[in-house]
């Protein structure tokens, strides 16, 4: 009996048949965004690139990169990585890495000066360096004609100079000329706006001390809005450079030129310890560690392996590759460890240069401290004034209400003489005219006489108090 078929099954049966656009094109990424790319030398070039390609270009984690979304809104904040450095300070968001940096925002006006900037310390930066670049390309070649030993001794030499002046002088490594422009246009910028505010808040206090208007009070609310925006951005950038100099290990995870001569350190060491270990008798394994690495030395071991590996075959060819993975795990371990404690003590370079910036943001921090002190006192002043001309009032409610209880007294003199009774103040024959008159002047010197009266016995009284 024969089963069914492969076509019997329709697999797409209720399920529309997916389309695709004329062309066979698919929609562009959104993720893919343009990134401004200066290297070493100065040079520019803007490029689109994704998520993902920047993840393995910079060997950032997802994590790090959102930190950079303009769609999102993060604080300032300088990251240390493995491989690159990550900047988010104020309108700078870039990526630093030992050879290149990548600005995302380029395109945004604020930006522009400081691109201009990091061109020109970049340039500088590469004209210092570019003598010994020049002699390390020079020996670079010559080992690459003679062993790959040499080349990675040169490679690593050139790593260490790059680092010098060609009077001999220090020059600071690619990724801390970076940063530094990095810290001093955010930290430029805040200082100025810092600035404008502050003249900006002193005209406009004083106008409100002398009148006290809706005007004056709703420039005063404005600039204070901005006065407390402005702080909690410098504090915070403050805080993150407090941050890093109070932790050595952050500082140490940046410096990306070490890393990189370790790594061509560690490269070099782990080939020049495989071809020499063949060449050892089985009892020196003691002595591999100290072996004296000469270029006729390695020449001979080269030559040692290669006419054994042709008489043993595959038996030298295993024990290579054996040799070969242990001391590779040997040297990863120690080396890690080697670039640790470098980098512990070559801290010290990059603890100078965020101090100088730390005490530039502390000081911005404390004159808007001063500013907002400032600010309070106005206020507390204008209270005060509120507070006297209240008091004005209602000082002036207790006398009008005084002068309206003698008035009612008065007003009820008024009204006896307004009913109908009979008494010899209203018969003309016995009184007249004239005692009437001394009676409404009687009664309105008795009023004022009491009015009087009771503002000076509660002045009398606030004396005492």
């Not at 030398?41 to 690139?49: D, H, I, N, P, R």
């Not at 210092?128 to 010559?142: I, L, R, Y």
């Not at 000082?395 to 007294?409: C, E, H, I, N």
Request: aromatic share 6%.
């Amino acid at each position: 009996m024969r089963g069914p078929r492969p076509e019997d099954f329709d697999t797409n049966a209720g399920h529309p048949t997916p389309t695709f656009p004329a062309g066979g094109s698919r929609k562009k990424g959104m993720g893919v965004r343009t990134w401004l790319v200066l290297c070493s030398s100065g040079k520019e070039q803007a490029t689109e690139a994704g998520k993902h390609t920047i993840m393995r270009r910079t060997g950032l984690p997802a994590r790090d990169l959102r930190i950079l979304d303009p769609l999102l809104s993060y604080p300032s904040t300088v990251l240390g990585r493995e491989r690159a450095i990550v900047i988010n300070l104020e309108h700078i968001k870039a990526i630093i890495t030992g050879q290149e940096v990548l600005i995302l925002n380029s395109k945004d006006p604020s930006v522009a000066p400081f691109i201009e900037e990091l061109q020109r310390r970049i340039r500088c930066h590469h004209h210092a360096t570019k003598p010994q670049e020049g002699v390390n390309t020079e020996g670079a070649a010559q080992g690459e004609a003679g062993t790959s030993q040499l080349f990675g001794e040169e490679a690593k030499k050139g790593a260490k100079q790059s680092l010098g002046n060609q009077d001999g002088s220090k020059v600071l490594p690619f990724e801390f000329v970076a940063l530094e422009a990095c810290l001093e246009a955010a930290i430029t910028s805040l200082e100025s706006e810092a600035v404008r505010l502050e003249l900006e808040a002193h005209p406009a206090l004083d106008k409100l001390t002398i009148k006290i208007s809706t005007l004056n009070l709703e420039r005063v609310r404005q600039i204070k809005s901005r006065l407390v925006a402005i702080t909690g951005r410098v504090q915070k950038v403050r805080d993150e450079l407090e941050k890093l100099l109070n932790d050595d290990e952050d500082m140490a995870e940046m410096y990306l030129t070490d890393k990189l001569a370790q790594k061509l350190e560690n490269s070099s060491a782990s080939s020049t310890s495989d071809t020499v270990v063949v060449d050892l008798p089985e009892g020196d394994e003691d002595d591999r560690h100290h072996l004296p690495f000469f270029y006729h030395d390695l020449a001979r071991f080269r030559t040692e392996v290669s006419s054994e590996s042709c008489h043993r075959g595959s038996d030298a060819h295993n024990l290579l590759m054996r040799a070969h993975s242990a001391l590779s795990r040997n040297s990863r371990g120690t080396s890690s460890t080697r670039s640790g404690m470098t980098n512990k003590l070559n801290v010290q370079e990059l603890e100078m240069l965020l101090e100088a910036y730390f005490v530039q943001i502390d000081g911005t921090l404390n004159k808007l401290s001063t500013l907002t002190e400032y600010v309070d006192d106005t206020e507390d002043y204008i209270n005060i004034m509120l507070d006297d001309k209240q008091n004005n009032l209602l000082q002036m409610g207790v006398m009008l209400t005084t002068a309206g209880l003698v008035m009612s007294l008065f007003i009820a003199v008024a009204g006896v003489f307004g009913m109908n009774i009979n008494i010899e103040l209203f018969n003309d024959e016995v009184a007249g005219p004239g005692k009437f008159m001394w009676t409404v002047v009687g009664g309105t010197a008795g009023s004022l006489f009491l009015y009087f009266g009771a503002i000076g016995w509660y002045k009398h009284s606030r004396l005492l108090e």
